[in-house]
């Protein structure tokens, strides 16, 4: 037995995809509109909309994934939705497709975009219910899945690195809302982002309740100090990232100790070097917390290392989008 099947596949199995092309993605231009996955159908972007009565929408009753792909090749996909699934899991949202059609519904959108570097926002909702509370009114859940260029931060960000600022909204702990869960209830993130926003800063620290380091808006984050790496661990408040276990692989490559353990807002102040990871962000340095300039005031050795790394990696591995 699967455990990630669900029991009423069948209609799904039917109308998840039907392919624009048998052959290799041809050359999108600009003015092209995209091309939107919603339930089965393949729409423009000017013809992909939801229902007001989504729950996703009423109550961000709902989970999602941001995924990348490089190269022509989708980056960790079987993380992502192992991550996918455990969310719906942790929430009672039983998916209605399974993990290979969802593969494949979420490569031919990339086929369809003529695309061979971008993003993939993959939402699962909860459906259409009614105006209650209650997911139980909401019959079927809904599959949405976007596809788009993204650059987060300029080169020259990567390059010269961030400014954080330690934001007030703390960090939702695991007795309110697991941020294990990837939901689409984000409001938690956005109200420390506009705090960011109006102290001019690139990102902004999110502490737990215990006044500990629990991660970015929408990155986990690394400190290094005398050649080691440190990063908060998941029972701080810390999303399990895809991007975070690739630093793992990458410092274990290398031959630097890496570690989890709780971070103060001290210890970002007087580290060496200080780096955030992220499917969007991927690996960034940081430069200054606080005002307090971090290191040299500059992107470090053991930072840029792991940005090179990291883009090595994404050029070569992940699942190829036509096969």
Known sequence: MVMDEPKNRGAAAKRAVKPASDSQTVTKTAAKPSIIYIDGKFLPESEAKVS????????????????????????????????????????????????AEMTEALLETIRQNALRDGYIRLVVTRGVGNLGLNPAQCKRPSVIIIVATIALYSEEAYRHGLTVVTCATRRMGPASLNPAVKSLNYLNNV????????????????????GNVAECTADNVFVIKHGQIFTPPI??????GITRSVVFEIAAELGINISETDITR??????????????????????????????????GPISLRMVARFREITQESGTPIVS
């Open 266 to 299: 001290h210890d970002v102040f007087i580290a060496d070097e200080c780096f955030l990871t992220g499917t969007a962000a991927e690996i960034i340095p940081v430069i200054k917390a606080d005002g307090r300039v971090i290191g040299r005031g500059k992107p």
């Open 235 to 240: 029972t701080a408040g810390a999303l399990r």
């Open 191 to 210: 109200l420390a982002r506009i705090e960011a926003n109006l102290a001019g800063a690139d990102e902004a620290l999110m502490l737990n309740d215990a």
């Open 52 to 99: 007001v009565f989504d729950h996703g929408l009423l109550y961000g009753d709902g989970i999602f994934e941001g995924i990348r792909f490089y190269n022509g090749r989708v980056f960790r996909l079987e993380e992502h939705l192992d991550r996918l699934w455990d969310s719906g899991r942790s929430i009672c949202l039983e998916m209605p497709m399974t993990r």
